[in-house]
């Protein structure tokens, strides 16, 4: 589910680079158009092989029974299973949590970085993008490292109880510390398209000669032009939480997909279930989302 | 409403080396339209953008009915402001964005609307209070940041090149309403262009500016027929810069002997700034001055004509171009009366070449 996600609500963002290829053709006659029209199938219909199959190998595992030959008691007992409530309120809780801290650093920090200092745009570039290539398990070794650290001599400071505190196993804001870190890419390259559509510099000062204060003018003219991309941004940081596995597994935390893991040792055909459930609701999602952005784009 | 007094005193503003404003000083009065004109760089918007509070000058002090408003943020400041580039929310519709300002006042929502559909009488679009802006033309939106821009009764209105994303003829018509609207509320102006005719056509008085200083500052005719500077002269309307020699407090241009308007340079040999319309051409086979170019613009044509090494801009009534066809030799004289003279420098010629004649093939 992470790796599927992250590209899914980018697309939107990107203009579709197949229209571009054909621009150029089209005076050149019959023969290449056609020519080109049976590559875009054959391009088409190998991805489909290569996003279907899994989808529906999981599909025919999960309704495969015994004795009959279909059976939807694998989606019948997900709901039944042990944990499974409590792990994806858990992981929804981390999503929620972490949505609303990485908006709340990002979003000030970019508009003061685009209305008072451009020349350092490149910088936060640099580091909201970073997390893109620090591999998730030396990030989270060194979480690790971080938590282990603890000298006796502190033991009776608040140092120590904040690291306590920051891994109690019913919310452990570690996650959405590192879940923050994981999404800044994707939240950074959403706001940016949003922030970069509209005349930031011109609609702030519009607001400010007119006598807005500042959280006034974020709430009232910032936020609702940038509703799709923080709509966009929010879906990513959830989609990306609640497919993320390394982390939440290798500090011991009952997320939603470590439960997953944990099932399917036992129960193979309900953790396959819940998988494909999963997809659905992401799906599902992604579509509301995509056809809210539509709705504003038409209307604007 | 009543316009307030605006005064610039020593304006000096720095941006990472380049001196936007160098010690501007200007008093605005009360109800006056002034015109910040110059070419891009010269400081005008910030200026401007010094009165509205998005920019902190570095030295001196902006004051509104002599009180210091310099460190006041911009917005609590008693000025409304209409940009260049399209500035209403996009997420609001016109009434909201016009009703704006009054709702951060907290201004009942009966009432603000009542006062937003007043506006939009004001600029003659009544029906259009349920739109987006999205909906309207260019035009359109300029005259409705208008309307935002006066609904709170600013006593000082910033106008920051409103026109210049707009096509000719809206321009024109745009700028008569501004025009109209501002002697009709009486608020004290300020409009920033690079347009000199714009200046000319709407301003009570043009300031000139170069390089972050005042060059000139006076109403249009005299701007236009008594240019304080060769810079304004050359930047207002169009100059011909003709050779001549001093003697006395007179000056020898064209084989003509004319009084000299304004300061008399220490060296002899100077150059004689004369308007295009001030030069007049007649058919004369004998004479060494020859038509290159003649470019009809209706009531006038202009003529580029050569006198031996030099070339002179003439502007001819527009029934005279058969007469004077590219081709014809012609002989030039200048209207009687007292013109201005710089003295020859040779970056002075560098710009007679640039600014005289267009060198299309100059990369």
Known sequence: ?300 | MNGAKVELRGLRRNFAGTLALDGLDLTIEPGELIAFLGPSGCGKTTALRCVAGFEQPDEGAVLVDDKDITRVPANKRDAGMVFQSYSLFPNLSIKDNVAFGLRVRKVAAAKRHARAQELLELIGLPHIGERFPHQLSGGQQQRVALARALALEPRVLLLDEPLSALDAKVRISLRDEIRRLQLSLGITTIFVTHDQEEALSMADRVAVLRAGRLEQVADPATLYDRPATPFVAEFVGTMNRIPGRVSGDKVTVLGQLLPVDGEVPATPDVEVLVRPEAVQVTPDAEAIGMVLVSSFRGSTARLRIQLGDTEVLADVPGHDTTRLAPGTRVRVSLVERPVLVSAAAPQAQSATVEGLVPQHDVV
Not at chain 1, 207 to 213: D, E, I, K, M, V
């Open chain 1, 1 to 300: 589910m992470a790796a599927l996600t992250p590209e899914g609500p980018m697309a939107p963002l990107t203009p579709p680079a197949m229209t571009v290829a054909d621009g150029p053709t089209a005076p050149t006659g019959q023969g290449r158009r056609r020519r080109i029209r049976v590559w875009r199938g054959v391009i088409l219909a190998i991805a489909a092989v290569y996003f279907l199959v899994p989808l529906l190998a999981s599909f025919m595992f999960t309704v495969k029974a015994p004795e009959q030959d279909f059976s939807l008691d694998a989606y019948g007992q997900i709901f039944t299973t042990e944990g499974f409530g409590q792990s994806l309120l858990l992981s929804i809780g981390l999503g929620v949590a972490t949505i609303v801290v990485v908006l709340l650093l990002t979003l000030p920090a970019m508009l003061a970085v685009r209305l008072s200092m451009p020349k350092l745009k490149p910088v936060l570039e640099v580091v909201c993008t970073l997390p893109l290539v620090v591999p998730p398990i030396t990030f989270v070794a060194g979480i690790n490292t971080v938590l282990q650290f603890g000298p006796d001599y502190l033991a009776s400071t608040p140092f120590y109880q904040t690291i306590f505190a920051i891994q109690d196993e019913n919310f452990p804001v570690v996650l959405v510390l590192a879940y923050v870190i994981l999404a800044l890419p994707f939240v950074y390259r959403a706001l940016d398209a949003g922030l970069g559509a509209i005349d930031v510099r011109t609609l702030v000062e519009a607001a400010r000669n007119l006598g807005a204060s500042w959280p006034h003018l974020i709430f009232r003219v910032i936020v609702p032009n940038l509703r799709s991309s923080l709509a966009s941004a929010s879906f990513l940081t959830l989609a990306l939480v609640l497919g993320e596995f390394t982390i939440a597994s290798l500090l011991h935390f009952q997320t939603f997909p470590v439960w997953i893991y944990t099932i399917s040792g036992s129960q193979a055909q309900v953790s396959v279930a819940v998988s494909v459930f999963s997809l659905l609701i992401t799906w599902l999602l992604l579509l509301a989302l995509s056809s809210a952005g539509a709705r504003q784009r038409s209307g604007s």
